[in-house]
């Protein structure tokens, strides 16, 4: 398996408990899980397997923690990692900017050489509009903690098991 670094970041604990929800999916053991608050580009040199996850704020803004580390992890060559993205967001009272959040990292990132993994149908999701969408699909895992936190651990299964074999991930779930 690939050493994997899932980075979230978080402002109410949804995106933190996301997180620790794909760490028990593909094995604790087998993952470290690091908050973007505080994080330097540098602490994360030695991963090759990405997972980064941030919620949408206001009227499509990403988490405040990854103002910070969003440029200094662009000044980075990604080449040889693969990213994959998830990101939460309220379906409901923001349809029109579901996961935008996650769109914003996927478009960020763009061009720095890294591989995505991860993409998920739109499918089953009920929304307006989203920057996370790009050619028809999901950049990344959405999840709706707000509105369907019955389907998170569902989803974030089946996720993951859409990349276990490119990422050499052994699903527990």
Same mark, same amino acid.
């Given at each position: 398996?690939?050493? &994997?670094?899932?980075?979230? +970041?978080?402002?109410?604990? !949804?995106?933190?408990?996301?997180?620790?929800?794909?760490?028990?999916?593909?094995?604790?053991?087998? #993952?470290?899980? $690091?908050?973007?608050?505080?994080?330097?580009?540098?602490?994360?040199?030695?991963?090759? *397997?990405?997972?980064?996850?941030?919620?949408?704020?206001?009227? =499509?803004?990403?988490?405040?923690?990854?103002?910070? *580390? @969003?440029?200094?992890?662009?000044?980075?060559? @990604?080449?040889?990692?693969?990213?994959?993205?998830? =990101?939460? +967001?309220?379906? %409901?009272?923001?349809?029109?900017?579901? &996961?935008? +959040? /996650?769109?914003? @990292?996927?478009?960020?990132?763009?061009?720095?050489?890294?591989?995505?993994?991860? *993409?998920?149908?739109?499918?089953?999701?009920? *929304?307006?509009?989203?920057?996370? #969408?790009? !050619? +028809?699909?999901? #950049?990344?895992?959405? $999840?709706?903690?707000?509105?369907? %936190?019955?389907?998170?651990? !569902?989803?974030?299964?089946?996720?993951?098991?859409? /990349?276990?074999?490119?990422?050499?991930?052994?699903?527990? %779930?």
């Amino acid at each position: 398996m690939k050493k &994997t670094a899932i980075i979230f +970041g978080t402002t109410t604990g !949804n995106t933190e408990k996301a997180a620790a929800l794909i760490a028990e999916s593909i094995g604790k053991e087998n #993952v470290t899980i $690091l908050n973007v608050s505080g994080l330097s580009a540098d602490d994360i040199k030695e991963f090759e *397997f990405l997972i980064l996850g941030t919620s949408t704020w206001g009227y =499509g803004d990403i988490q405040d923690d990854w103002e910070t *580390f @969003l440029p200094a992890l662009k000044k980075n060559d @990604l080449s040889g990692r693969t990213v994959a993205l998830f =990101g939460l +967001g309220d379906s %409901s009272s923001y349809n029109e900017t579901f &996961t935008d +959040g /996650m769109g914003i @990292l996927y478009e960020e990132l763009t061009g720095t050489g890294a591989a995505f993994s991860g *993409f998920c149908e739109t499918g089953g999701y009920d *929304f307006s509009a989203s920057k996370a #969408v790009v !050619n +028809g699909k999901f #950049v990344g895992l959405p $999840l709706d903690e707000d509105n369907e %936190s019955e389907k998170t651990k !569902n989803r974030i299964a089946a996720w993951i098991d859409s /990349m276990k074999e490119e990422l050499g991930i052994k699903v527990l %779930s």
